[in-house]
């Protein structure tokens, strides 16, 4: 299984470019969820979903979009980057209801944004 | 409104100590999930525990021991006998039960086990 895959891993942009950072998992995981990191300052919830066609804004939801068209896919978009938004963004997904693994996010392994 | 305090920024130990990494907590739920993610110097984030709020029993999983006070609202992680390969930062999360997806991250323990 690949799990949370992201891609890029690496990003460099200048201010006002648009991006998508993509997240795929195969694990047909209902929730999904889009976290940054930022030195000093542990994750922080940007939006996530609690299965296809849902999401919701986590605590730093400015400045960045997701859709939810399929349950595999989970992209999350900056429409004009700023280089507050220069960070490493991880996607995790979690099972749903009652499954024995329903409260453990698995993650991805990152993608590092640069914002010029 | 939930919190999770990491009070050490960061921890230096020699190879072979015990070292405990401390982790506050505060929440209004009365049902919650605590865990233990450790990110190696690659960057992934792995699992290492999730706690339920009714099981206060401590655990213990090889050199790893996690011990839960609900009376305090801690949940620190012990390593035994630490190696090298320890080295990572180890973050301390919350979440309502029903929602992970709101998980809630302490700022993290950079822990460096020198040989």
């Known amino acids: 299984n690949a799990g949370v895959t992201q891609t890029p891993k690496f990003q460099v942009l200048k201010t006002g470019q648009s991006m998508t950072l993509q997240c795929a998992q195969d694990m047909n995981h209902e929730y999904m969820s889009w976290y940054r990191q930022d030195p000093g300052m542990g994750l922080r919830l940007i939006h996530y979903?609690?299965?296809?066609?849902?999401?919701d804004q986590g605590e730093v939801p400015n400045g960045y979009n997701v859709s939810r068209s399929t349950t595999e896919d989970f992209p999350l978009r900056l429409l004009s980057a700023a280089p507050s938004q220069t960070s490493v963004y991880f996607c995790?997904?979690?099972?749903?209801?009652?499954?024995?693994?329903?409260?453990?996010?698995?993650f991805g392994a990152g993608s590092r944004l640069t914002v010029l | 409104a939930q919190k999770v305090t990491q009070a050490q920024t960061e921890i230096s130990v020699v190879e072979k100590e015990d070292v405990t990494l401390d982790c506050v907590y505060e929440t209004r739920d009365t049902t919650y999930y605590l865990f233990w993610y450790k990110q190696p110097p690659s960057g992934e984030l792995v699992f290492l525990i999730r706690?339920?709020?009714?099981?206060?029993q401590n655990e213990i999983s090889g050199r790893y021991s996690w011990n839960f006070q609900k009376s305090t609202s801690s949940f620190n992680f012990t390593i035994t006998a630490s190696q090298v390969v320890d080295s990572a930062v180890y973050f301390c999360?919350?979440?309502?039960?029903?929602?992970?997806?709101?998980?809630?991250f302490g700022k993290g323990t950079k822990l460096t086990v020198n040989p």
């Open positions: 999360a919350l979440s309502p039960q029903g929602g992970s997806e709101k998980l809630v």
């Open positions: 706690r339920n709020s009714f099981d206060e």
């Open positions: 995790a997904s979690r099972e749903g209801g009652g499954a024995p693994g329903a409260n453990v996010l698995t």
């Open positions: 979903s609690v299965g296809a066609g849902i999401t």
